[in-house]
């Protein structure tokens, strides 16, 4: 529901402003909104409105825009309505222990893919994501500009894309991200993202100078992803919005000194529900869209993961995160108990089956308080999340090192009451 809307043509501009439900959370904030018709602005996408929620108005940015938009601001500030960039995070620092050390999280397999039949080679770098269809997309994990399509029963169907630079090519198809109509490209070597629809046809790129590691669809069809994104106006700044019209909003600058390597997050959830963690600190945020402002931060010193945390390689590394209606839970590896080979400077990587250097991890945390609930290990190593989908990716080899892709479930198993 739109409150006061006013709309205003300024040449071949229709500006709308007024206070509706964000697109990204759950309080009103004041918007603004702009039919382009024909102008040289991004067209819409087939089946969108012209009007686009391109940014929600910042009450400290000056703007010239109507009267009546101008006293909404006021409203605002006076506290009718949340204002933004002033919520406030809270820091907790969580003890180092298991509420529940007698619960098991168990892995149910759903599919694999993969194995001596394969025709398309995979890797614990790969990426994979359901489709609107429930295709699965797959990727190399390397230096590959194509992605590999499973039909829902696992049977492959076909490639798509190809090397170079025009559209559907990629020089590094690296993370792949599926909304509710589209299917998201990113690829850091071409420096855009690309948006392919249900039958893999380019409909826009954009350009992007920076590498995605992961990101998730929220409403709309637009992109959340972390990335250091190092351009003038966005260094600094650790989350994106990416809608499908090319429109980026970046947020969540610290104010601290910038020292690079923002990236190294990953972000799970949904658009009512966005949570960040960082792939080298286990350090848990929740977000808040609607202000553009961290909720809770969720710190602690865990045994598993800080042990070698001062190696260069291998080291701990936490891949993802998911809230759902059982919990919040985390992926992460950590060094094999048997690995001894631990460089403390740059060299060579040995070329060893991952499950020989790494132990996967999964921790179920409780989103409110922050503590694990339960904490399990396993000598596999996890991709991550599977987006579009509630599903993880296991990546394993036979001993003649063929490679396989297990997407699996995740289930909490109490131990029964005394």
Known sequence: MTVGASTARHGAVMITTGITPPPWGKHPSVFV??????????????GHPTELPVKR?????????????????????AGGFPAVGLAAQRVVQVPDEVACPRCRIELDRVLTIGGSDAIYDFSWYSEITIDQLGRILVTRGTMSPDIAVFLPDGSFLRRVGRKGQGPGEYVWAQTLVAGSRYVHVFDP????????????????????????????????????????????????????????????????????????????QSVGGTADDVWTVENYQYRLTRWDLSTRQPMVSFFKRARWFDGNAQSLWPRPYLRGIRPDSVGLWVIGQ????????????????????????????????DPHSGRTISHSRWDDVFIGFVSGSDLIARYRESEMGIPYIDLLRLRLTRPPAP
């Open 334 to 365: 950590t060094p094999d108990p048997d690995w001894t080979d631990f460089h403390t400077e740059s060299r060579p990587i040995p070329k060893n089956p991952p499950h020989e250097v790494f132990d996967g991890v999964i921790d179920l945390v």
């Open 189 to 264: 070597a071409n420096a855009r993202r690309t948006v392919l629809d249900s039958a893999f046809n380019v409909v826009r790129t954009d350009p992007l100078p920076g590498q995605v590691r992961s990101g998730i669809a929220v409403r709309a069809d637009a992109v959340l992803f972390a990335a250091d994104l190092r351009t003038p106006s966005l260094v600094g700044k650790p989350l994106h919005l990416l809608d499908t019209l090319g429109g980026l909003f970046s947020f969540g600058e610290t104010g601290e000194v910038y020292r690079g390597d923002l990236r190294y």
């Open 33 to 46: 909104w702009l039919d382009c018709g024909s102008t040289d602005n991004p067209r819409p996408l087939p």
């Open 57 to 77: 108005f910042d009450p400290l940015a000056p703007t010239a825009i109507s009267g009546l938009a101008m006293a909404l601001v006021a409203l605002v500030i």
